[in-house]
């Protein structure tokens, strides 16, 4: 089974590879891979306003791993990440 922190990282990857360089990773999960201690229990990305959010998440969900149950985007088995996609801090 996966853990939160496995899932996390598996979709930073896979984000990566979906929208290359069209997200910044913000938050606990971007603190983590800094080294810092920090828990989360979810992932967040900041992409530019002028993506459309939409079709990202639809461009994510067909992607192997990824959910949107319910209007929530989430990523792996298990313990699943949620994903939250922010246009502005």
Request: with cysteine.
């Amino acid at each position: 089974m996966s853990t939160k922190a496995e899932n996390a990282r598996a979709y930073i990857q896979a984000a990566e590879k979906c929208l290359g360089n069209r997200f910044v990773l913000i938050g606990g999960a971007a603190m983590q891979l800094l080294g810092s201690n920090r828990t989360t229990n979810d992932v967040d990305i900041l992409v530019s306003a002028k993506e459309n959010i939409s079709t990202l998440i639809s461009v994510l969900a067909d992607q192997p791993g990824f959910s949107n149950i319910g209007g929530g985007l989430r990523f792996g088995g298990g313990e699943a990440v949620t994903i939250d996609i922010l246009t502005k801090l």
